[in-house]
């Protein structure tokens, strides 16, 4: 399976080089699939509206509000009606949980301080808690209301809301937060139940008109640490009438609306998404969130280490109508539990799309989703460890893949055996420039005879377009399941991330290159064949050297698998037959080089 030399190229210089165009776009997915560089925020888009009070103002009403001043006078104009002051004196907070979460709120804001996971650890082996702590003390924290008025928005962020409890609440339960001054009346409402799915509802109100107010998950995720969390992970994803789109981190506008039919919208990561899924999709809208904000580059020695800028991505989905009512999905990114989390239908119930488009494959997708269906069918029935399962499932692909590997070898000998009258044919059209009409007879010629010997010209080709799709599948499917995260295999203690102690890519490159010494190649040439029995290892090793060690146990387990394999098959005729063809072949371009250097 994991094979870069392919045993039934073709002789000559054409099928070397073949081998190496092969060799080069697979170096290039590889590596082009690492490659990113977000850019800078784009200048936030013209909000909707702009305020009319200055920001002493609206500091003065909320200052008033919490002491208790009458409504009248914290008022930011005289024509102002007047209002029921409704503000807490202090601020408080509330816990709400369930066996899956545990949320702390504050009645600041009504907003989101602390929301853990409690089947999730994060790097220090710590409950995971996705909010971000400093990018929200600098941007706003989950479940706090975005609207297009900047000081209406740090004003409702900085309100002291009066709660309809305080202390511990165990689901399903309901919690309510209510601020009322100046004409501005606000009434937020989340229902709980015992999902990672709770319902909310948001009403904002100035002077008795409605305010398009907007539910927001402003800052990002807190299980990124790493500058590459951040630049290569955060995505906005979205739903639009079932066609699913997602918008990398360089494509995000700050404060950039979009409409249309919303069936649901919001942020993830690699591993964990805020989704936001309204009532109405189609009078619900999207504004995507970008900031910047400086990340140490070595999170163990943050003081020592540099920063880099790096984006903070959010977003916030609400209703046109001015009140906004919608259910969030704020967790892991399982398949199961995606698929059971549907956007809202015609007939107004939950029969819409569902979130599992928030989990990426990439290109690969056609073989990662499978590929990963077949190792969690391995896991739940087989052996319950990750990565036992990965063993076995390689096991499983090498065996699949056996049937590839003979009809290679057989379309190999039988190459070799017209190898002759091809040479004949092209030396009969060798004087011939390459535009010559009378090439296409040549062609036609080749097609003639490997039609009459029956050799397929791709039969070493095909093989290896199935071999790099799956190998680069696999990738894909350890960097993005959630269930390799944090999983453990001897002294691996996380197979979505690179080896630590370099074990498995020192052994990799060992497997490699005896995997390429005992597979006969009789149509490369010797030298390519030599110069490629080093450079592809070294390549090999490099890859899984920095990246999840997941796939270095897949690929190491696999050469491994391949060269015992492909020891069996050297015993039987087939296997001598080419071993002979490509003794043969070495002996008779040795002794041209040698009778060349005696001249």
């Known amino acids: 399976?994991?094979?870069?030399?392919?045993?039934?190229?073709?002789?000559?210089?054409?099928?070397?080089?073949?081998?190496?165009?092969?060799?080069?776009?697979?170096?290039?997915?590889?590596?082009?699939?690492?490659?990113?560089?977000?850019?800078?925020?784009?200048?936030?888009?013209?909000?909707?509206?702009?305020?009319?009070?200055?920001?002493?103002?609206?500091?003065?009403?909320?200052?008033?509000?919490?002491?208790?001043?009458?409504?009248?006078?914290?008022?930011?104009?005289?024509?102002?009606?007047?209002?029921?002051?409704?503000?807490?004196?202090?601020?408080?907070?509330?816990?709400?949980?369930?066996?899956?979460?545990?949320?702390?709120?504050?009645?600041?804001?009504?907003?989101v301080t602390s929301w853990i996971l409690k089947k999730y650890t994060n790097f220090a082996g710590q409950p995971l808690d996705l909010v971000n702590a400093a990018a929200a003390e600098?941007?706003?924290?989950?479940?706090?209301?975005?609207?297009?008025?900047?000081?209406?928005?740090?004003?409702?962020?900085?309100?002291?809301?009066?709660?309809?409890?305080?202390?511990?609440?165990?689901?399903?339960?309901?919690?309510?937060?209510?601020?009322?001054?100046?004409?501005?009346?606000?009434?937020?409402?989340?229902?709980?139940?015992?999902?990672?799915?709770?319902?909310?509802?948001?009403?904002?109100?100035?002077?008795?008109?409605?305010?398009?107010?907007?539910?927001?998950?402003?800052?990002?995720?807190?299980?990124?640490?790493?500058?590459?969390?951040?630049?290569?992970?955060?995505?906005?994803?979205?739903?639009?009438?079932?066609?699913?789109?997602?918008?990398?981190?360089?494509?995000?506008?700050?404060?950039?609306?979009?409409?249309?039919?919303?069936?649901?919208?919001?942020?993830?990561?690699?591993?964990?998404?805020?989704?936001?899924?309204?009532?109405?999709?189609?009078?619900?809208?999207?504004?995507?969130?970008?900031?910047?904000?400086?990340?140490?580059?070595?999170?163990?020695?943050?003081?020592?280490?540099?920063?880099?800028?790096?984006?903070?991505?959010?977003?916030?989905?609400?209703?046109?109508?001015?009140?906004?009512?919608?259910?969030?999905?704020?967790?892991?990114?399982?398949?199961?539990?995606?698929?059971?989390?549907?956007?809202?239908?015609?007939?107004?119930?939950?029969?819409?799309?569902?979130?599992?488009?928030?989990?990426?494959?990439?290109?690969?997708?056609?073989?990662?989703?499978?590929?990963?269906?077949?190792?969690?069918?391995?896991?739940?029935?087989?052996v319950n460890n990750w990565g036992w399962a990965i063993l076995v499932l390689t096991l499983f692909i090498t065996i699949a893949m056996l049937p590839t590997r003979i009809a290679m070898m057989k379309s190999s000998i039988k190459m070799q055996r017209i190898q002759p009258q091809m040479n004949f044919i092209k030396e009969k059209y060798k004087k011939y420039k390459f535009d010559d009409p009378r090439k296409a007879d040549m062609n036609r010629e080749m097609q003639e005879l490997y039609k009459k010997e029956g050799v397929n010209m791709f039969g070493g080709c095909l093989p290896m377009l199935i071999q790099f799709p799956l190998l680069l599948a696999f990738y894909e499917v350890l960097e993005n399941a959630i269930e390799l995260r944090h999983a453990h295999w001897f002294w691996l203690h996380d197979l979505s991330v690179a080896d630590p102690y370099h074990i498995l890519p020192i052994l990799m490159v060992g497997s490699q290159f005896f995997f390429q010494l005992f597979t006969p190649s009789p149509g490369v040439d010797p030298a390519q064949q030599k110069m490629m029995a080093f450079t592809m290892p070294l390549f090999s090793g490099f890859v899984t050297w920095h990246y999840a060690s997941g796939m270095a146990l897949y690929w190491t387990a696999s050469n491994i698998m391949n060269i015992g394999q492909q020891m069996m098959i050297n015993r039987t005729k087939l296997g001598q037959e080419l071993r002979d063809i490509q003794a043969k072949r070495a002996a008779k371009k040795g002794g041209k080089q040698l009778a060349a250097a005696r001249r």
């Open 138 to 382: 600098k941007f706003g924290y989950p479940l706090s209301i975005y609207t297009y008025d900047a000081n209406l928005r740090q004003r409702l962020a900085q309100a002291l809301y009066v709660s309809s409890a305080t202390g511990n609440l165990t689901a399903p339960n309901q919690l309510t937060f209510d601020y009322s001054a100046g004409g501005l009346v606000v009434h937020k409402v989340f229902h709980f139940d015992n999902s990672y799915v709770l319902k909310a509802e948001v009403t904002v109100t100035q002077n008795g008109a409605p305010v398009e107010a907007l539910l927001a998950w402003p800052s990002g995720f807190g299980d990124q640490r790493e500058a590459r969390d951040y630049a290569t992970d955060q995505k906005i994803d979205r739903s639009d009438s079932g066609k699913a789109d997602t918008i990398a981190p360089k494509k995000v506008v700050d404060g950039e609306t979009q409409t249309g039919t919303l069936d649901w919208g919001g942020v993830s990561d690699l591993y964990f998404a805020a989704i936001f899924l309204p009532d109405t999709p189609q009078t619900s809208s999207l504004v995507s969130l970008h900031h910047t904000m400086d990340i140490p580059k070595d999170p163990e020695h943050p003081q020592a280490g540099q920063v880099a800028p790096q984006p903070i991505l959010g977003a916030a989905v609400g209703m046109t109508s001015g009140m906004t009512s919608e259910r969030l999905f704020a967790g892991p990114k399982v398949l199961s539990v995606l698929r059971a989390v549907r956007g809202t239908g015609p007939d107004g119930k939950p029969t819409g799309p569902d979130l599992v488009p928030v989990v990426h494959y990439g290109i690969f997708s056609f073989a990662a989703k499978p590929l990963f269906y077949a190792l969690r069918w391995v896991h739940a029935h087989v």
């Open 1 to 111: 399976m994991a094979e870069y030399k392919n045993p039934n190229q073709q002789g000559g210089k054409q099928d070397s080089r073949s081998l190496m165009v092969f060799t080069m776009v697979f170096a290039v997915i590889l590596l082009g699939m690492q490659i990113f560089h977000p850019k800078k925020p784009v200048t936030p888009a013209t909000t909707k509206t702009q305020s009319t009070q200055s920001s002493t103002a609206i500091q003065s009403n909320v200052a008033n509000a919490s002491s208790g001043a009458p409504a009248a006078a914290a008022s930011a104009t005289a024509n102002t009606p007047a209002t029921p002051q409704v503000a807490a004196a202090s601020e408080s907070t509330t816990v709400v949980e369930n066996e899956l979460y545990r949320i702390t709120f504050s009645n600041r804001g009504g907003q």
